[in-house]
Nanobody
C-alpha cells in the first residue's frame, strides 16, 4: 500500500506565494511521474503540472511561468511552488503519483487534497 501526504495549502492574497508538498510512503519500488491536479468548485479536476523521474516537466498554460514543480527522488517528495497567485487559482489541489510497488505492479495514487484560496 502507498500513501500520499499533502500539505502547504492555505489562504493567500493575490500576488502571493505558496508551496505545496507531497510525501509518498509505503511499499514503493519506484515513483515514475508525479503531478498536481486541482479542482475548483463546480468544475472538473484539471491537470496543473507533472514531472517525470528524470525531471521533465509539463505545465498547464494557465500556470506557466508562475508555478514550478520539483521533486526529491531520494525522499519520495514532490513540491509545487506557486508564485504570483491569482483568484482563479483557488481550488483544492491534489497530488498524484504513478508508483511501481515492491510487488512489481504500477498504480496511480492520489493525495487527500489541500485547499488553496487566493483572495484579498
Amino acid at each position: 500500500q502507498v500513501q500520499l501526504a499533502t500539505s502547504g495549502g492555505g489562504l493567500v492574497q493575490p500576488g502571493g506565494s505558496l508551496r505545496l508538498s507531497c510525501a509518498a510512503s509505503g511499499s514503493i519500488f519506484s515513483i515514475n511521474a508525479m503531478g498536481w491536479y486541482r479542482q475548483a468548485p463546480g468544475k472538473q479536476r484539471e491537470l496543473v503540472t507533472t514531472i517525470t523521474s528524470g525531471g521533465r516537466t509539463n505545465y498547464a498554460d494557465s500556470v506557466k511561468g508562475r508555478f514550478t514543480i520539483f521533486r526529491d527522488n531520494a525522499k519520495n517528495l514532490a513540491y509545487l511552488q506557486m508564485n504570483s497567485l491569482k483568484p482563479e487559482d483557488t481550488a483544492v489541489y491534489y497530488c498524484n503519483c504513478n508508483v511501481t510497488t515492491r510487488s512489481g505492479l504500477t498504480y496511480a495514487y492520489w493525495g487527500q487534497g489541500t485547499q488553496v484560496t487566493v483572495s484579498s
